[in-house]
């Protein structure tokens, strides 16, 4: 039923296809099908796991690589935010620790001296999670979204 409304809320809104024309802006980057949203949903939670600044950069150079829904994407990095940050981090650098075979850091301090001096224990680890997280559980979800998007329509047709 969502996918039905936003086909025809958003094909068929001449706003957006006259914002496309004044910016020369490709419209296949702006399609609604089932193979664009889901190629949006994993390039968006791939960045999404990454930790670095300007995660929406890393969506607009995809769009030189790959085609997909870039709003899709650009919701999907919205999912991580400042107050998401630091759980999914931590759980980044938990899983990092786990694929590496580590132990980590104890005595863990919040305080800026503290990361300064432990930054490179940390981000090794870090990064080998967000890796993990980037490739397979944004697979993970793009797999359901494409699963749930085809059930979906075999039981529109059923009806």
Do not use: C
């Amino acid at each position: 039923m969502i996918r039905k409304y936003l086909k025809r809320k958003i094909n068929n809104a001449d706003k957006i296809n006259d914002f496309l024309e004044k910016y020369n802006l490709p419209k296949i980057y702006f399609i609604f099908n089932r193979k664009l949203v889901v190629k949006g949903i994993y390039i968006g939670y791939f960045w999404a796991f990454i930790p670095m600044p300007m995660q929406f950069l890393g969506i607009f150079l995809s769009t030189l690589i790959f085609r997909f829904n870039v709003f899709v994407a650009l919701l999907a990095i919205l999912s991580t935010n400042p107050i998401t940050y630091p759980p999914i981090w931590f759980l980044e650098y938990k899983t990092g620790l786990f694929l590496l075979g580590e132990s980590g850091i104890k005595n863990i301090s919040l305080s800026v001296e503290w990361f300064m001096n432990n930054w490179d224990n940390i981000v090794y680890p870090l990064y080998i999670g967000s890796a993990f997280f980037s490739i397979f559980i944004s697979a993970l979800i793009a797999l359901i979204v494409n699963f749930l998007w085809k059930h979906s329509v075999l039981k529109e047709r059923a009806n």
